[in-house]
């Protein structure tokens, strides 16, 4: 099975996002640069540094599956069935939006059964690649139950100081991680993933 | 006049000791290598990797005078007078602790003016050295007075979910930072120095 790498950008203070979901400045790396990476779906292209399209595209590269909660799900629309990296999506939820799954077809799969259930349903579908799992509740969730092997931080030059966490809803002590494998330097965002120590 | 600079070890989630003032496995990095770092008071030495002590001294060789809180100054008992770094240092405080002061000589000042004065006075003390600013609540004043240069962060890789945060109580919109100029990746520790955007 492929690794499970939880992802997402953050800043100094460990916020994916503010209380109401917006990222602020937290996404401003993804148009930093002038080399066009073309999505899935919205948004059709972003513009990343020659450095973080690189990064980026060994990511998307090696991605088979996300796993994602309901709030993103909710908040994006389910990015109408096709995710930007255009991979398939697991859908942890307490319930299925049954009008919604009908109405899409294709990349969304939905769990109710809890995370292991999804980081195993994720796992299935990826095969031998990377099972990506969104930062926040899931990650906290996957970290908690000891399913995490990498933890991947775009790290932000900015400071929230409040908001919502990477490492939401985790005991601390139970996060282990080494010392970072990647330290990629670019604009608005230093790329570092760090192996989750068992 | 020299920078002022804030300094300190951090955790992935921004915060630079638990509740209770222990530092956790933040300091890790201290004991990391095999290069000896003599100080200039308790610890009398710790053990750096080379890149570690590399960075170490050359911050120590910059550094000019400190300032810091009363709160590390009672937990630390002002060093007895004698920073490790063998540096001056300026607390700021409320009232001065008129006994201690009587009882050693040297390197302490005590400055109840607030934080520009505190800084005023390190600078002074400095010429046109670096000013270093103790993380915490004073690194807090010092940004949202706008007296910070940069920011450098000794980025640890563990998570401590709650305690005192490297940014405490500002105003994270007033905390503009640019790109890291220093990114230097070593064992247990990512050295980082981020410019303060005016």
Known sequence: MGKVI?????????FVAHENN????????????????????EPAAFHLTRTSADYWQSWVGDVGCLVVGRLLFDITDG????????????????EVPTEWAHAHTGNAHFVTEGIEAA????????????????AGTIAGQALAAGLVDEVAIDL???????????FEGVDPAAVRLGDPTVVIQ??????????VER
Chains 1, 2 share one sequence.
């Open 6 to 14: 939880t992802s997402a950008s953050a800043s100094l203070d460990g």
């Open 22 to 41: 917006d990222p602020g400045r937290l996404f401003d790396w993804y148009e930093a640069g002038d080399v066009e990476v073309v999505t899935a779906s």
């Open 79 to 94: 990015w109408q069935g096709e995710h930007p990296m255009g991979v398939p999506f697991v859908v942890l939820t307490h």
């Open 119 to 134: 980081i195993a349903r994720a796992q299935e579908i990826a095969g031998d690649r990377v099972v990506g799992v969104a």
């Open 156 to 166: 932000v030059p900015v400071v929230l100081g409040t908001g919502h966490r990477y």
């Open 186 to 195: 670019s604009a608005r965002v230093t790329h570092m993933v760090f192996p």
